[in-house]
Protein backbone atom coordinates (compact mmCIF):
# COMPACT_ATOMS: atom_id res chain seq x y z
CA UNK A 1 0.00 0.00 0.00
CA UNK A 2 1.44 3.49 -1.02
CA UNK A 3 -0.12 6.67 -0.25
CA UNK A 4 -0.06 9.78 -2.73
CA UNK A 5 -0.74 12.94 -2.22
CA UNK A 6 -1.21 16.03 -5.00
CA UNK A 7 -1.30 19.41 -4.46
CA UNK A 8 -0.18 22.72 -6.38
CA UNK A 9 -3.34 22.78 -8.62
CA UNK A 10 -5.37 26.23 -9.20
CA UNK A 11 -6.25 28.75 -11.20
CA UNK A 12 -3.73 30.51 -13.38
CA UNK A 13 -3.83 32.43 -17.16
CA UNK A 14 -2.87 30.99 -20.56
CA UNK A 15 0.93 31.17 -20.73
CA UNK A 16 1.24 31.29 -16.74
CA UNK A 17 3.07 28.64 -15.28
CA UNK A 18 2.36 25.74 -12.28
CA UNK A 19 4.24 23.27 -9.88
CA UNK A 20 2.66 20.10 -8.67
CA UNK A 21 3.83 17.99 -5.98
CA UNK A 22 3.37 14.53 -5.50
CA UNK A 23 4.47 12.93 -1.84
CA UNK A 24 4.48 9.57 -1.63
CA UNK A 25 4.49 7.09 1.70
CA UNK A 26 6.73 4.81 2.64
CA UNK A 27 10.18 4.56 2.50
CA UNK A 28 10.35 2.39 -0.87
CA UNK A 29 9.62 5.38 -2.86
CA UNK A 30 12.85 5.05 -4.82
CA UNK A 31 11.53 1.83 -6.12
CA UNK A 32 8.95 2.88 -8.15
CA UNK A 33 8.67 4.75 -11.28
CA UNK A 34 6.33 7.70 -11.07
CA UNK A 35 3.87 9.16 -13.42
CA UNK A 36 1.52 11.71 -14.14
CA UNK A 37 -1.93 11.26 -15.79
CA UNK A 38 -4.77 13.58 -16.29
CA UNK A 39 -8.20 13.90 -16.86
CA UNK A 40 -10.69 16.61 -18.20
CA UNK A 41 -15.03 16.07 -17.99
CA UNK A 42 -15.90 14.01 -20.25
CA UNK A 43 -12.53 12.66 -21.43
CA UNK A 44 -10.64 9.88 -20.95
CA UNK A 45 -7.64 9.98 -18.12
CA UNK A 46 -4.75 10.41 -20.09
CA UNK A 47 -0.87 10.05 -20.07
CA UNK A 48 1.11 13.19 -19.54
CA UNK A 49 4.65 12.34 -18.02
CA UNK A 50 6.60 9.63 -15.96
CA UNK A 51 10.18 8.83 -14.78
CA UNK A 52 12.12 6.00 -13.71
CA UNK A 53 12.95 4.74 -10.54
CA UNK A 54 16.71 6.56 -10.76
CA UNK A 55 15.28 9.41 -12.55
CA UNK A 56 17.49 8.38 -15.56
CA UNK A 57 14.75 8.09 -18.34
CA UNK A 58 11.72 10.67 -18.46
CA UNK A 59 8.80 10.26 -20.78
CA UNK A 60 6.30 12.93 -22.31
CA UNK A 61 3.08 12.92 -24.02
CA UNK A 62 3.71 14.37 -27.17
CA UNK A 63 1.10 17.50 -26.14
CA UNK A 64 3.16 19.08 -23.21
CA UNK A 65 7.12 18.23 -24.43
CA UNK A 66 8.80 21.39 -24.14
CA UNK A 67 6.54 23.30 -21.50
CA UNK A 68 5.89 20.31 -18.77
CA UNK A 69 9.58 18.79 -16.79
CA UNK A 70 8.93 15.75 -14.62
CA UNK A 71 11.39 15.39 -11.93
CA UNK A 72 11.89 13.35 -8.38
CA UNK A 73 13.51 13.95 -5.23
CA UNK A 74 13.42 10.39 -3.59
CA UNK A 75 14.94 11.61 -0.24
CA UNK A 76 11.94 13.92 -0.13
CA UNK A 77 9.40 11.20 -1.99
CA UNK A 78 8.01 13.91 -4.05
CA UNK A 79 7.48 14.06 -8.28
CA UNK A 80 6.69 17.18 -9.32
CA UNK A 81 5.56 18.54 -12.32
CA UNK A 82 6.51 21.60 -13.61
CA UNK A 83 4.14 23.28 -16.02
CA UNK A 84 5.25 25.80 -18.19
CA UNK A 85 3.48 28.20 -20.99
CA UNK A 86 0.11 26.54 -19.63
CA UNK A 87 -2.78 26.18 -22.58
CA UNK A 88 -6.65 26.43 -22.02
CA UNK A 89 -6.24 22.53 -23.01
CA UNK A 90 -4.27 21.42 -20.55
CA UNK A 91 -7.31 22.12 -17.68
CA UNK A 92 -8.03 18.82 -15.82
CA UNK A 93 -7.71 17.08 -12.97
CA UNK A 94 -3.98 15.40 -12.56
CA UNK A 95 -3.00 12.81 -10.78
CA UNK A 96 0.00 11.04 -9.57
CA UNK A 97 0.57 7.27 -9.84
CA UNK A 98 3.44 4.90 -8.68
CA UNK A 99 4.20 2.28 -10.78
CA UNK A 100 5.82 -0.61 -9.10
CA UNK A 101 6.98 -2.53 -12.25
CA UNK A 102 9.93 -1.34 -13.53
CA UNK A 103 9.39 -3.04 -17.44
CA UNK A 104 6.17 -2.85 -19.64
CA UNK A 105 4.15 -0.06 -20.89
CA UNK A 106 4.12 3.29 -18.73
CA UNK A 107 1.32 5.29 -20.67
CA UNK A 108 -1.93 2.72 -19.88
CA UNK A 109 -3.80 3.74 -16.83
CA UNK A 110 -3.70 0.08 -16.07
CA UNK A 111 0.47 0.00 -16.33
CA UNK A 112 0.13 1.47 -12.73
CA UNK A 113 -0.32 0.33 -9.05
CA UNK A 114 -1.02 3.04 -6.89
CA UNK A 115 -3.08 6.56 -7.56
CA UNK A 116 -3.33 9.86 -5.75
CA UNK A 117 -6.65 11.80 -5.56
CA UNK A 118 -5.41 14.35 -7.82
CA UNK A 119 -5.43 18.10 -8.09
CA UNK A 120 -7.40 20.47 -10.34
CA UNK A 121 -5.47 22.69 -13.03
CA UNK A 122 -7.73 25.08 -14.70
CA UNK A 123 -6.36 27.58 -16.77
CA UNK A 124 -8.39 30.84 -18.59
CA UNK A 125 -7.98 32.23 -21.63
Known amino acids: QVQLVESGGGLVQAGGSLRLSCVAS????????MGWFRQAPGKEREFVAC????????YYADSVKGRFTISRDNAKNTVYLQMNSLKPEDSAVYYCAAKRDSSGTYYFQRDYDYWGQGTQVTVSS
Open 26 to 33: GRTFSGYA
Open 51 to 58: ISRSAGST
